[in-house]
């Protein structure tokens, strides 16, 4: 019917299709090699806008845009960067002076309502911001929020907030302006340097409080550098030098920051030479990188710290000795080499080093190894279980871990115990919400702002954001509440260094380990510095 | 002919609506709480969840969430993903850099199996019909989780003959390498049905009686044994972009394509239900309108085969 020319047609036109396809991929998205900037792989940031920004790869981009008005020294003690000064007498009412002079990268001049819009859009609940919550010790944040009748569940809409802005943040003039919190916070230098509360310039809006369409493609900052073109989901966003910056200007012109889908092909592009920075290399890589990389293969800390809760819900664990008891029959140092590879280290503190005031070893003999002992506190207590489990999320790859550290409790005391896998973390958290029987929970957490109280408060605070394990001591609340009301930051650190000690006798959670940033970095580049919140930092790395 | 081919895309249009229906039913009692898998394992605010909730319907009964996705489908509008990103936006990425290492993958494989496997047909027992056997053998038990790494090892890093990945607008060379880890899915299964089917068909009648006509060797094999050897084949290759499709769920991934295999990945793990049901609504489309074309080319092939 159709005889022979139809079926070699087809053949035909698949090889002109094969071909079209070959040349039409032209576009190759390597930069010049002899220019100066550098590529640097990120994993597809959720989004630009920064108060909806809480993940590293949106964090990295915006930190190339956007210039903060704190950044952090090596003691992560907060200096001043694209703020004048910040002051405040009562650490309840703050005034924000920002340096003169500066403009967004459209030439939009940044002033006092750069800053109070985007917060007030930030702040506002219907705009679903992720980062939302940095803004609710300011003054009115409440009124911003609205409270569904009948619950999520419920056929009945949210009645629109009361309020559009916050009555917190006041404009004194064009480069100055106030924030008032509803109770005196001594850290609150340190939480403005978190990228929420970077400043938007007027183009980012097509009407008071709403994002122009297209603007998040296109975001306009008032960083050292700016877009190059749009961004190009899933495959790059390129950033160049802005001319005549004001502030610290980095050495390098551009950065192309090429997206990745999985770490292990990130890898694959670093040793290949494709790529010049790596902030983090796969734990399946681990093994192979001291040798591909040499000395370009780097550690430095990071804000991470992972740990088990053990639910308070559950009578077996309300005796402290069987929760110290589990404590040291774990060997956390052969966890970290073991499996971990190094590229963690055991922690010994509820708080990690990334902030100020962390000290060493505040744990002490609750957190060292030593089976016997904790053979011994086990066999004393009379409500000891004979069976322990350990829940987590199966998608994170904590199994390896998880198993091993079961092992460790098997060999220390003579119990059983096994690693409970639940597909997410979410499925997780709906059994510990329902107080069902799921034994020891694994959990992490990293930081928002470089304090000891961004630890102490939502993991161990009672009520805290992520104390699902429901730890709750009205003395170590009180010391914690005393720490930020403090007239000064040392008397602050001091305070929570003493509500630290209550957790260290209390043992609320097993503490594990304290992450670092493992990164790689090509022979173009030196001074590649990944900070605490595992972003390089785009002012020191230079091209040779 | 025509009538068949009308009937042919009434039944697409009910298999089309039935995968999808399947599809986002599947996707709804897998979704547990998808606002919390796209934040991880950040605490979430009550007004976030309850903004997003409301902005994507989430609370919403399963047929009223079907039925919001469906209107919007058949208006051309895919909808948006969890992540705020237009679905459209997102094909227009994901589908040309699929169906280029889609179809250089299906070709190279086609052009390998069909090649060898005649000749090894022809010459059973041979040296390279033995050699072919082993290697076919090897690339069978080979999974693709552990030959794309390997090959991104061996021919992107240790010799660099290719780029280690490609990217979302590779060139031609850069495909290549994730496009032979791809062929290598159904090269073996293609190869030994050719030479099998070719085996097969020089011992019957019809090609004796070409020889007896003193026809030469080249038309025999090339026109003759070839056009009916290739039956078989044909339906094969058709159902294999469907295995294709799945094997770039890893290929994708591993060689840094972010094609409509990585985006179905990235939608079932954050529980995105429009992003997943967008994408398989188009794939279902691929397979019926490809398993439709294969029907069509019996009939080029063999001309006893007639639909009506």
């Not at chain 1, 569940?153 to 924030?179: C, N, R, W």
């Not at chain 1, 973390?425 to 304090?451: C, H, N, Q």
Request: proline share 5%.
């Amino acid at each position: 019917m159709f005889g022979n020319r139809p079926w070699k047609m087809a053949v035909g036109a698949t090889a002109i299709a094969l071909l079209a396809s070959g040349c039409s991929g032209g576009g190759s998205d390597d930069t010049d090699a002899s220019s100066n900037s550098v590529i640097i792989g990120i994993s597809e940031p959720q989004h630009l806008i920064p108060s909806n920004t809480t993940e590293t790869s949106g964090a990295q981009v915006l930190a190339a845009l956007f210039y903060p008005l704190v950044d952090f020294d090596d003691q992560n003690k907060p200096e001043l960067v694209a703020a004048e000064s910040i002051s405040s007498d009562d650490n309840k009412v703050w005034t924000v002076k920002l340096k003169p002079g500066f403009t967004f990268s459209n030439g939009e001049a940044v002033t006092s309502d750069s800053y109070i819009q985007a917060w007030n859009y930030g702040a506002y609940g219907p705009n679903g911001q992720g980062a939302s919550y940095f803004f609710e010790r300011i003054e009115g944040y409440a009124d911003l929020q609205s409270v569904d009748p009948d619950g999520e569940d419920g056929p009945q809409k949210a009645p629109e907030p009361k309020a559009k802005s916050l009555t917190g943040l006041k404009k004194v003039d064009d480069t100055t302006f106030t924030v008032s919190l509803t109770a005196p916070f001594t850290g609150w230098e340190s939480v403005m340097g978190y990228s929420a509360f970077y400043p938007l310039p007027n183009a980012a809006f097509s009407a008071p409080g709403v994002i122009a369409d297209g603007f998040e493609d296109a975001i306009v900052g008032n960083g050292p550098f700016k877009m190059k073109g749009t961004w190009q989901h899933d495959s790059q966003i390129e950033v160049e030098k802005v001319d005549g910056f004001k502030g610290t200007v980095p050495k390098i012109d551009g950065i192309n920051f090429k997206i990745y889908q999985d770490q292990k092909a990130e890898y694959a592009d670093l040793t290949a030479g494709n790529l010049d920075v790596q902030s983090s290399i796969p734990i399946e890589s681990l093994a192979a990188a001291p040798g591909d990389l040499g000395d370009r293969f780097q550690k430095s800390p990071s804000s991470s710290f992972q740990f088990v809760g053990f639910p308070t819900f559950q009578k077996e664990f309300q005796d402290v000795n069987v929760r110290r008891a589990l404590s040291m029959a774990i060997n956390r140092q052969e966890m970290t080499d073991q499996i971990f590879l190094g590229s963690q280290s055991p922690a010994t503190g509820f708080v990690s080093p990334a902030v100020a005031g962390y000290r060493d070893n505040v744990c002490g003999e609750n957190c060292t190894y030593n089976a016997a002992e904790a053979k011994a506190l086990w066999a004393a207590a009379p409500t000891a279980p004979k069976k322990i489990q350990i829940t987590y999320n199966a998608d994170g790859g904590h199994k390896a871990w998880v198993d091993a550290m079961c092992n460790q409790i098997k060999q220390s005391l003579a119990i059983e115990c096994t690693g409970v896998g639940e597909p997410k973390f979410a499925d997780l958290l709906t059994k510990v919400e329902k107080k069902s029987p799921v034994g020891l929970i694994r959990l992490g957490w990293v930081m928002d702002y470089p304090l000891m109280e961004n630890y102490l408060g939502p993991l161990y605070g009672t009520g805290g954001s992520s104390n699902y394990y429901g730890y709750s001591n009205k003395k170590f609340d009180d010391l914690v509440a005393e720490g930020s009301k403090a007239a000064t930051p040392e008397e602050a650190i001091t305070k929570w260094q003493a509500a630290e000690d209550i957790l260290a006798t209390d043992m609320p959670v097993i503490p594990l380990r304290f992450g670092q940033n493992v990164y790689g970095f090509s022979e173009k580049v030196s001074n590649v510095k990944v900070d605490t919140q595992t972003r390089v930092d785009l002012y020191n790395i230079e091209v040779k | 002919m025509f009538r068949y081919i009308v009937r042919r895309l009434l039944q697409m249009v009910l298999t089309f609506f039935g995968a999808t229906f399947f599809v986002y039913a599947l996707m709804f009692a897998n979704q547990d709480d998808p606002i919390q898998a796209l934040a991880g394992e950040r605490p979430i605010t009550e007004s976030v969840r309850q903004a997003l909730t409301e902005r994507y319907h989430l609370d919403d009964p399963f047929l009223l969430q079907y039925w919001y996705y469906m209107k919007g489908m058949l208006t051309g509008d895919f909808g948006t993903s969890l992540t705020g990103r237009k679905i459209s936006d997102m094909m227009e990425v994901a589908w040309p850099v699929t169906i280029k290492l889609g179809l250089i993958a299906i070709v190279i494989a086609a052009a390998v199996a069909v090649t060898s496997g005649v000749i090894a047909g022809i010459r059973r027992g041979s040296i390279f019909d033995n050699v072919t056997l082993v290697i076919t053998l090897i690339i069978l038990s080979l999974p693709i989780v552990v030959l794309a790494p390997l090959a991104q090892l061996i021919f992107g890093i240790k010799l660099g003959w290719f780029p280690p990945t490609a990217g979302a607008t590779p060139t031609f060379w850069a495909l290549l390498l994730p496009a032979l880890v791809l062929g290598s899915l159904v090269i073996a299964t293609e190869l030994r049905v050719t030479r099998s089917s070719v085996a097969e068909n020089l011992r019957s009648d019809y090609v004796r009686t070409a020889r007896a006509k003193g026809l030469s060797r080249k038309r025999v094999i090339g026109v003759h044994v070839l056009r009916n050897s290739l039956i078989p084949v044909v339906t094969l290759i058709g159902v294999d972009i469907g295995g294709l499709m799945s094997g770039a769920i890893v290929t994708e991934r591993i060689f840094n394509v972010p094609g409509v295999g990585f985006n179905l990945f990235r939608g079932i793990r954050t529980e995105d239900g429009p992003l997943v049901v967008g994408f398989v609504s188009i794939l279902v489309i691929v397979f019926l309108v490809v398993n439709l074309l294969v029907d069509l080319l019996y009939a080029a092939l063999d001309p006893r085969i007639r639909y009506e």
